[in-house]
């Protein structure tokens, strides 16, 4: 799958999944900040009432000493204990004299006068550990272990009560659950002493009572918010999944398609770490699938191909992957323990497929790609398994092919040709070999045929059917043959001007050519840069490309030979039925395939078929070259039946232009 297709269909799914995670994140947060927030306002409010009330009482307390005096004293000191008593929260009173010196303490013992006088210097820690850092002026203190200390009730206003909050225990006390509890130090200065009151101060639940009413009213809220963004948040995954399901399933099976075969393929090769698992990739193809179709229809065809699907599911184990790919082909990753076992395994798939119709026998071809620790490209993969299958060809029914390194090499190769074509063709890499046509009565030079070789710069000499076949796959032959019928054409020209005498020189068109209405002005126009007479450039094309467009060829080939170009079938007899293709094609020269001189029956078969179509092509006013012609023998043979030119390897073979030049100087 290309970047892009993969980028596009992780876009379609993953893009309707974020707005809703993110709105309820954000609901949750706003949501934690809100709570926070309120719970802190509350609570600090709750604080600063009691602190407020706390302080108004160390007030009372101070006014009772306010007329005391050596005689009153024990009065006042009952005076508090009994205020004390109704006031549950002060837990201790303490006086001292303005020198420090201790007047009296609730509890008898504690602040002592000299502490009293050190913690107003900041100096002192006392017994209950408050920690003494007055600094001048300072009017509060906390200490470490949460105190607070106020030195007096009108500086309530400035408390901290964020950190006084911060600092609170949370304890429970007889039965009633205190939420937190301060001790608040106030020291309220008289004229003569100071008053020292310890108060506990106590924030009940009730006191929040408000606070968790909003609270929950506010969750409610909130909750329905989440309880919303929760609904559409699953509804976003149930639509995830549901245009999963539409991307991942085939059209024609109604089962996995190949987008989740090369998902889930890829993920299992992944996962398989420290390869535990020996995998295959297998390009499975029903022959003649086409034929079912025609035959049956093409909803018979495709019932035909989801029956084969569910058949095959079923020999499936979860970690293996199955989908159909096209054109009655399926591609499936198994895994095996050796190469035996998974023979026998594709031999029963092959069951199953059979079994799908009783009664019909159908063709299977297997190509089989073992897949090599850290291989995890699925459409490489595959693709090898059907280059293994491929190179096995249309008639090997029923066969299993193993894709190998030769095949691989092979696909190297044809990579590096391709890389290197252009480069090549502008470096004038490729040379014209000429190969000579002799008269079979003279026994003298009467022609050559123009064939490509490829010089290459570090590989060296490259025969050509290392790259045609290639170059006839990917187009590059179309330039390549002008090429060649431009070097031919200025060859030609050069020895016209050199005054030497020029013989015919065939060029090869391949049938790629022919779907070009215009080919034979394109040839004309190549040729007459040079100003040659058309006459001496020979055109020879396939007979298989009569197989193409026929219009298109029949025109071509009668267009250019109204330009004067002498027009040759090559290969005749190679396979194609060419009797009847000579009844429509007027063409020049006839060249006898070399197979008709080789195999078994050469002497009797192969020879009355060479005498009868030479006889033929004389009466349709045809040359005859035969080729391939590789004894005496063949030659004598070819005089005896009037045969006009000779090509093969007993007068020469193929050589460099210089070569040929050297050989036939006059
Ligand atoms: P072809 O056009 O049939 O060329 C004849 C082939 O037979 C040449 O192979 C030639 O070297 C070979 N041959 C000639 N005499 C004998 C002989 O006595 N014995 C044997 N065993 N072989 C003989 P070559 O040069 O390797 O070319 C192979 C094929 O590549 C050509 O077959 C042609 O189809 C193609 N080809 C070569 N050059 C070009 C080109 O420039 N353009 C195109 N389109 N095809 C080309
Ligand atoms: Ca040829
Ligand atoms: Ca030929």
Redesign the pocket.
């Known amino acids: 799958m290309s970047n892009a297709k993969d980028k596009r269909i992780k876009k379609l799914r993953k893009k309707r999944i974020w707005p809703s995670v993110l709105g309820l994140f954000l609901i949750l947060l706003l949501f934690s900040i809100l709570i926070f927030l309120a719970l802190g306002v509350a609570c600090l409010d709750v604080v600063q009432r009691k602190i407020n009330q706390s302080s108004h009482r160390s007030d009372g307390i101070a006014g009772l000493y306010e007329e005391y005096n050596e005689n009153n004293a024990e009065q006042i000191h009952a005076s508090v204990l009994t205020y004390m008593d109704l006031e549950k929260e002060i837990a201790t009173v303490a006086v001292t004299g303005k020198d420090g010196a201790q007047i009296w303490s609730s509890d008898g013992t504690y602040p002592d006068a000299g502490k009293m006088a050190e913690f107003e210097r900041g100096e002192s820690t006392l017994d209950s550990g408050i920690q003494m850092l007055i600094e001048e002026d300072a009017e509060q203190i906390f200490s470490d272990e949460g105190n607070t200390l106020v030195i007096n009730s009108d500086i309530i206003g400035k408390l901290d009560l964020v950190s006084l909050f911060a600092q609170g225990e949370i304890l429970s006390d007889s039965g009633e659950i205190s939420l937190l509890q301060l001790k608040v130090w106030f020291a309220v200065p008289g004229d003569e002493w100071n008053v020292f009151v310890l108060n506990h101060i106590h924030v009940y639940a009730s006191d929040l009572l408000m606070l968790i009413v909003t609270l929950v009213l506010f969750a409610i809220m909130i909750g329905i918010f989440a309880i919303y963004y929760i609904i559409s948040f699953i509804s976003v995954i149930v639509s995830m999944r549901r245009t999963d399901k539409i991307i991942y399933t085939d059209v024609v099976t109604g089962g996995d398609n190949w987008l989740y075969f090369v998902k889930k393929g890829t993920s299992l090769l992944k996962k398989n770490r420290g390869n535990r698992r020996k995998y295959a990739m297998i390009h499975l193809r029903m022959h003649k699938y086409r034929s079912f179709c025609t035959c049956f229809g093409v909803q018979e065809g495709e019932e035909l191909l989801e029956k084969f699907y569910y058949a095959l599911k079923k020999k499936l184990n979860h970690k293996e992957a199955m989908a159909y790919h096209e054109n009655a082909e399926f591609g499936l990753l198994l895994y095996y323990t050796d190469k035996e076992q998974l023979a026998v395994r594709i031999e029963e798939l092959r069951e199953t497929l059979n079994g799908v119709l009783p009664g019909m026998k159908m063709y299977f071809c297997f190509g089989v790609c073992q897949v090599e620790p850290g291989q995890k490209d699925v459409e490489q993969l595959y693709n090898n398994a059907l280059i293994a299958c491929e190179i096995m060809g249309e008639d090997t029914e029923n066969k299993i092919a193993f894709f190998d390194e030769e095949m691989n090499k092979q696909k190297l190769w044809e990579r590096k040709v391709e890389d290197e074509m252009d480069r090549a063709l502008a470096n004038k890499e490729?040379k014209?070999?000429l190969?000579p046509k002799i008269s079979a009565v003279e026994e003298r030079l009467a022609g050559a045929?123009?064939?490509?070789?490829w010089i290459h710069p570090t590989d060296g000499f490259i025969?050509?059917?290392k790259f045609?076949p290639i170059?006839?796959n990917n187009g590059f032959?179309l330039k390549?043959?002008d090429?060649?019928i431009e070097e031919v054409a200025r060859q030609q020209a050069q020895w016209i001007t050199e005054g030497r005498r020029i013989v015919p020189i065939s060029?090869?068109?391949?049938r790629?050519h022919f779907t070009r209405e215009d080919l034979a002005e394109h040839i004309c126009s190549i040729v007459d840069k040079y100003k040659v007479p058309h006459n001496v450039i020979e055109l020879?094309l396939?007979e298989s490309a009569f197989f193409d467009d026929k219009e298109v060829l029949l025109s071509t080939v009668k267009k250019l030979r109204d330009y004067g170009f002498p027009v040759s079938m090559?290969?005749f007899g190679a396979g194609y039925s060419s009797l009847n293709s000579l009844k429509e094609l007027q063409i020049d020269v006839l060249?006898i395939?070399?197979d008709f001189f080789r195999g078994e029956n050469v002497e009797e078969r192969g020879m009355l078929i060479v005498s009868e179509v030479i006889d033929l092509a004389k009466k349709l006013n045809m040359k005859i070259v035969a080729?391939?012609?590789?004894s005496r023998e063949q030659v004598d043979f070819l005089i005896e039946q009037e045969c006009d030119l000779i090509?093969?390897?007993?007068f020469a073979?193929?050589m460099a232009v210089e070569e040929f030049v050297e050989k036939y100087k006059e």
């Open positions: 490729f014209v070999y190969q045929e123009a064939l490509v070789r025969p050509p059917n045609i170059f006839e032959i390549l043959d090429y060649m060029v090869n068109v391949s790629a020879e396939t090559d290969d060249k395939d070399a080729e391939g012609i590789e090509q093969g390897y007993f073979k193929p």
